[in-house]
Nanobody, 117 residues
Framework: QVQLVESGGGLVQAGGSLKLSCAAS????????MGWYRQAPGKQRELVAGITSDDRTNYPDSVKGRFTISRDNAKNTVYLQMSSLKPEDTAVYYC???????????WGQGTQVTVSS
């Protein structure tokens, strides 16, 4: 069982930066994919960044070039560096982990990010 705890959310002005952290209780090197999702009020949860166990990353066009995901296996932590933030980035951000064998999906409790215009 893996527990994920996010931190680093808050209020920031448009154009600013924030760095989110996701600390895992287990060994993240055993997790096949880790990612960050977000959910704004009235909208579906969407992927904003993913990273595989061999450090391949993917981003949707909406955040590409502004967000960077990274992982520190020694600290069992995944990060999301967000820059050039826009009001439309306002959402609750969730850390996610996927394990293939056995199949497991884990979620953190979420951290609020609010970008003011």
């Amino acid at each position: 069982q893996v527990q994920l705890v996010e931190s680093g959310g808050g209020l920031v002005q448009a154009g600013g930066s924030l760095k989110l952290s996701c600390a895992a209780s287990g060994t993240i090197s055993l997790l096949d994919v880790m990612g960050w999702y977000r959910q704004a009020p009235g909208k579906q949860r969407e992927l904003v960044a993913g990273i595989t166990s061999d450090d391949r990353t993917n981003y949707p066009d909406s955040v590409k070039g502004r967000f960077t995901i990274s992982r520190d296996n020694a600290k069992n932590t995944v990060y999301l560096q967000m820059s050039s933030l826009k009001p439309e980035d306002t959402a609750v951000y969730y850390c996610n982990a996927f394990q293939r064998t056995p199949a497991r999906v884990y979620w953190g409790q979420g951290t609020q990010v609010t970008v003011s215009s």
